[in-house]
């Protein structure tokens, strides 16, 4: 007796964005079919203008596809609407930006926080002490991003991307 594959967490079929009409139009995805197995690392990679960062925007909501379909642990992405994206983003998805987004009118605390008080619910306290202690910030959290160094800032945002359980995490450099 074999056992049975694992579905993959997140699929992407024939996913294409295009941006401009014309002689400007650019094509930054082109059929792209991808499978994320659950409890792996995926890591995309090109060279600058390659389509990674429009990849990542496209599987992970915050961006629609021109054409194709993603799927995450089931449901079908495009087509959504936006409230139900919202809310499927906010439960299942956690991002960690280029430039980190963290508010500077908020604490570190507050920051990592803000996912779940959008959400309107309390994060849980084990995993909240587990999440601030595996990142080495908990001395860190009454501070604000500008008297926090890079390295700090982009640890906050990693715990703001985990502090809700996500299923999937994206992280975009």
Not at 74 to 83: L, N
Not at 133 to 147: Q, Y
Request: aromatic content about 4%; charged content about 20%; glycine content about 10%.
């Amino acid at each position: 007796m074999t056992a049975e594959p694992t579905p993959p967490i997140l699929s992407a079929r024939s996913l294409s964005r295009t941006y401009g009409t014309g002689p400007a139009c650019v094509e930054a995805l082109k059929g792209v079919d991808l499978d994320v197995l659950p409890g792996t690392f995926t890591s995309i990679m090109g060279p600058s203008g390659s389509g990674k960062s429009t990849l990542v925007h496209c599987l992970s909501g915050m961006d629609r596809p021109t054409s194709g379909s993603v799927t995450l642990e089931g449901v079908q992405m495009v087509g959504m609407k936006d409230r139900a994206l919202t809310e499927l983003r906010r439960r299942r998805i956690g991002f960690v930006f280029q430039s980190f987004n963290l508010l500077p009118t908020l604490t570190a605390a507050e920051n990592i926080l803000l996912p779940t008080r959008l959400a309107h619910r309390r994060p849980d306290p084990a995993w909240h002490d587990a999440v601030i202690t595996a990142l080495g910030i908990g001395d860190r959290l009454t501070h604000r991003p500008t008297e926090l160094s890079g390295g700090q800032q982009q640890r906050v945002a990693v715990a703001r991307a985990l502090i809700g359980r996500p299923q999937v995490v994206f992280a975009d450099e």
